[in-house]
């Protein structure tokens, strides 16, 4: 045996590789066509609140709080709820707070927790900008199914958030 030679036969076998479960051509058409929609329909939803002066995500919370009881959250719970971390949220309150859309109120009995609030101005925006938003939303994905695909990707879709859900919850 020469010095560049190895002498495997005291060595530890290797481990089998690893198998990876590449997605099949249908799956990765599936996967990409979800992710494109997903974003172009974000996209596309941004833009349309843009003259109202609101960010997609302004306009989440807005909904959240409006159908809250009292139209106030925790703000954990709102960051939970808009799948943000609470530092995201906290400025994205501050935001809103200086545009006269929502305010910070203490907690009774919690020093620490703090709701979101929407003010009253908050829910004329929400009442002005919501026919227009589900207007958008009807023309660039509603409409665009029948109502059995809208029942088979509900059936489709849940359990997977279902699934996303739960592991949100342990994490």
Not at 44 to 71: F, G, K, M, T
Not at 146 to 167: I, K, S
């Amino acid at each position: 045996m020469d010095a560049h030679t190895i002498d495997t036969a005291d060595s530890p076998p290797s481990p089998p590789e690893e198998e990876t479960p590449w997605l099949t051509a249908r799956e990765q058409r599936m996967w990409r066509a979800h992710l494109e929609v997903a974003k172009l329909l974000e996209y596309q939803l941004s833009r349309e609140l843009q003259p109202h002066n609101l960010a997609i995500n302004d306009y989440e919370i807005l909904v959240v709080l409006s159908e809250a009881p009292d139209h106030r959250m925790r703000m954990t719970d709102l960051a939970t709820a808009t799948l943000q971390s609470k530092s995201r949220l906290s400025h994205q309150i501050t935001r809103m707070e200086n545009a006269g859309l929502v305010l910070r109120q203490e907690c009774p009995g919690d020093r620490r927790g703090l709701y979101a609030h929407l003010t009253e101005q908050g829910w004329e925006t929400m009442q002005q900008v919501a026919p227009d938003h589900v207007r958008s939303v009807r023309a660039h994905f509603i409409d665009r199914f029948t109502p059995e695909q809208l029942d088979a990707m509900y059936a489709a879709l849940a359990p997977v958030a279902e699934h996303l859900r739960g592991l949100r919850g342990r994490s």
